[in-house]
C-alpha cells in the first residue's frame, strides 16, 4: 500500500506564488510516475503535471511555465512550486502515484494513469 498526505494548500492574491508538498509512505519502490492534478468545484479532475521514473516530466498548458514539479526520492517528498497564480487556479489539490503504467504517458497527464491519490489540499486564489 502507498499512502499520500499534501500539504501547503492555502489562500493566495493572483499574481501570488505556493508550494504544495505530498509526502509519500508505504510501498515506494519502483513507482512509475508521480503527478498533481487539481478539481474545481463542478468540474472534472484534470491532470496538471507529472514526473516520471525517467525523471521526465509532463505538463498541461494551462500551467505550462507556472508550476513546477519535482521529486525529492531521497526523503520521498513530492513538490508542485506554483507561481503567477490566477483565480482559475483554485481547486483542490491531489496528489497522485502510479505503481503500475502502460506504455503511453499522455499530455496533459490523464488521471487515470495513477492507482493512488492523497485527499488533497485546497488552493483558493483572490484577484
Known amino acids: 500500500q502507498v499512502q499520500l498526505v499534501e500539504s501547503g494548500g492555502g489562500s493566495v492574491q493572483a499574481g501570488g506564488s505556493l508550494r504544495l508538498s505530498c509526502k509519500v509512505s508505504?510501498?515506494?519502490?519502483?513507482?512509475?510516475?508521480m503527478a498533481w492534478s487539481r478539481q474545481a468545484p463542478g468540474k472534472q479532475r484534470e491532470g496538471l503535471a507529472a514526473?516520471?521514473?525517467?525523471?521526465?516530466?509532463r505538463y498541461a498548458n494551462s500551467v505550462k511555465g507556472r508550476f513546477t514539479i519535482s521529486m525529492d526520492s531521497a526523503n520521498n517528498n513530492l513538490y508542485l512550486q506554483m507561481k503567477s497564480l490566477k483565480p482559475e487556479d483554485t481547486a483542490m489539490y491531489y496528489c497522485?502515484?502510479?505503481?503500475?503504467?502502460?506504455?503511453?504517458?499522455?499530455?496533459?497527464?490523464?488521471?487515470?494513469?495513477?492507482?493512488?491519490w492523497g485527499q488533497g489540499t485546497q488552493v483558493t486564489v483572490s484577484s
Open positions: 508505504g510501498y515506494t519502490n519502483n513507482m512509475k510516475s
Open positions: 497522485a502515484a502510479a505503481s503500475t503504467h502502460g506504455s503511453s504517458y499522455y499530455i496533459p497527464p490523464r488521471v487515470t494513469e495513477y492507482n493512488y
Open positions: 514526473v516520471d521514473s525517467d525523471d521526465s516530466t
